[in-house]
């Protein structure tokens, strides 16, 4: 969940922990077992928070820590476990290190902690080097004493030096800090990025990788696992690792380091029978590999929401390149949507779901640049649009905006909502059998009283090209019919769950059934 999207209780427009305790009960009904909670620490909030200026407090514009331990708490007793990022690659230009290394000047050990280097030209007027942000641009910014600092993302994001022990050992107290507080898992941010080539040399050769997916970014995490150790077995460490070498993925889940780490394969394969069971397979093996479960993403705060991305006529698309050009098919991507969340679902391993996604809400699309927050797209120079549009306040309840997400007579919503979000509330959704929210509920209750489909092995059935077809045990089958003709099923006991009303004993086109084998 993005804090400042979920539940808004003081009424400033910008969701709070407040909020988010308001609305556990809907978690518990939704029957999830774990929240993670993007960062929610003090920060000028240039990225959404991944600017952070003190990793051991909360923002004011979200609570307290008291709010934060209750909030804690009181997942707990609901039986859902508390995720919380942490974001070791770099820090907020407000983070009190940065604040000295600024005024401590060039040479200083305080300039040690991040990457102060001298520019390049006659005047030191050209950045070190020609990288580039996945944020678009330079990754220097010039301060005025004439030194350059490194950022990956926005100037606003200075990189730690993670070859300093000071760094090193801040972030084991911070772990230790939430681990205290009861935290039960921590989401690691840009993980692969930590350690840096120090020449930091050209990239000559993406081969090089001379700042992603280093041997020592490894090292870091093997010693986050023994922090996490310090406190029994049940401390969970979950990757971003944003890599497409699935075996180079599967290494930071060593048994000696992280737990899991969100399958972007998955996320970023188009609606086609051939991709999707390329990546199952190769997400299989690369996890059986190394003793790892695997997991499953369909949509997070950083890409374009599924409706809008499968609702695009053409099956292939591309989650960095966002596209707004054309128009989106809803009935299209919300059909495909179903299909591909019961596929997720009936996959062995993790699944994770973005808030607003089991509302079938899609990407707003349409607002207007003035109100964007986005680095990604004002460094873009506007050409990306930036992720925004999913990131838009989740519609609860009543007619117009701000749709239950603030209390009555509160500021607008920090992002507008559209006013088609009335059909897709919560209230209006709750208790009718066809809507994407019963449909969730269901699924997730279904998943968690079938035990073959959190542990069995997955066995594929023959099945002709544009049909994925497999079992998992106890006779249980997931069909799903990527093709364009409605196909027969195989012969079946039980009709478990349809993402679409089959026609005519047959299995529509972009759905996904679930059955029960045998006579
Ligand atoms: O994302 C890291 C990352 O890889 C993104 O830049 C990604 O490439 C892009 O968003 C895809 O659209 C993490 C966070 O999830 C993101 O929200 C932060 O902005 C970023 O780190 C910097 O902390």
Redesign the pocket.
């Known amino acids: 969940m993005y804090p400042r999207s979920f539940a808004d209780a003081d009424g400033d427009g910008v969701g709070d922990l407040n909020g988010f305790r308001s609305r556990l009960p809907y978690l518990r009904d939704l029957g999830v077992d774990a929240v993670w909670f993007?960062p929610w620490y003090r920060s000028p909030m240039a990225?959404?928070g991944?600017?952070v200026a003190d990793h051991c407090d909360i923002d004011p514009t979200l609570g307290t820590l008291a709010d934060a331990e209750a909030l804690i708490r009181e997942a707990h007793a609901a039986g859902i476990k508390v995720i919380i990022d942490v974001?070791p690659?770099?820090a907020s230009t407000e983070h009190p290190w940065f604040r000295e290394a600024l005024a401590a000047g060039p040479g200083s050990p305080e300039r040690e902690l991040f990457y102060f280097r001298p520019g390049r030209g006659e005047h030191g007027e050209i950045a070190p080097n020609t990288w580039v942000s996945?944020?678009a641009g330079t990754t220097w910014t010039r301060v005025p004493d004439g030194e350059w600092y490194l950022h990956l993302?926005?100037s606003s994001?200075p990189d730690f030096n993670w070859r300093h022990p000071k760094v090193i050992e801040y972030f084991d107290d911070v772990l230790r800090f939430w681990f205290d507080r009861g935290v039960d898992g921590i989401r690691i941010?840009?993980a692969p990025l930590v350690d840096k080539d120090p020449a930091l040399p050209e990239v000559a050769d993406v081969q090089e990788h001379p700042y992603s997916d280093r041997d020592d970014a490894h090292v870091v995490y093997r010693r986050w696992r023994r922090v996490a150790e310090e406190y029994g077995g049940d401390r969970a460490l979950i990757g971003?690792v944003?890599l497409y070498d699935p075996v180079r993925f599967a290494n930071y889940l060593r048994p000696d380091e992280m737990h899991g780490a969100f399958n972007f394969e998955f996320l970023c394969s188009e609606w086609g029978a051939d991709r999707l069971r390329k990546v199952i397979d190769e997400t299989l093996a690369a996890h059986a590999e190394v003793g790892a479960a695997a997991s499953w993403v369909l949509n997070?705060?950083?890409?374009t929401r599924i409706v809008s991305r499968f609702g695009r006529a053409e099956t292939g698309f591309s989650?960095?390149t966002?596209r707004h050009d054309t128009p989106v098919d809803v009935e299209l991507g919300t059909r495909r949507a179903r299909a591909a969340i019961m596929l997720a679902l009936a996959l062995p391993g993790a699944v994770y779901l973005y808030q607003g996604e089991e509302l079938g809400l899609g990407e707003v699309e349409d607002i207007p640049f003035e109100l964007r927050t986005d680095?990604?797209f004002h460094r873009s120079n506007r050409v990306d649009p930036g992720?925004d549009g999913c990131r838009v306040p989740l519609p609860w309840s009543g007619d117009a905006p701000p749709f239950g997400f603030s209390p009555a007579g509160a500021a607008q919503p920090w992002l507008p909502q559209p006013p088609a979000w009335k059909a897709y509330t919560v209230q209006a959704q709750a208790g009718d059998p066809d809507s994407m929210l019963e449909f969730y509920r269901r699924m997730l209750r279904l998943r968690a009283a079938t035990p073959g489909l959190g542990d069995g092995p997955l066995a594929w059935l023959d099945a002709p090209p544009p049909v994925l077809a497999f079992t998992r045990g106890d006779g249980f089958a997931c069909v799903v019919n990527l093709g364009t003709e409605p196909v027969p099923l195989p012969v079946y006991r039980e009709l478990i769950l349809a993402s679409s009303p089959l026609t005519g004993g047959l299995l529509p086109v972009d759905a996904t059934v679930w059955l029960r084998l045998g006579q």
């Open positions: 993007s990225d959404g991944y600017d974001v690659n770099h996945p944020f993302f926005d994001q941010d840009s971003e944003w997070n705060h950083d890409v989650v960095a966002r680095p990604m992720r």
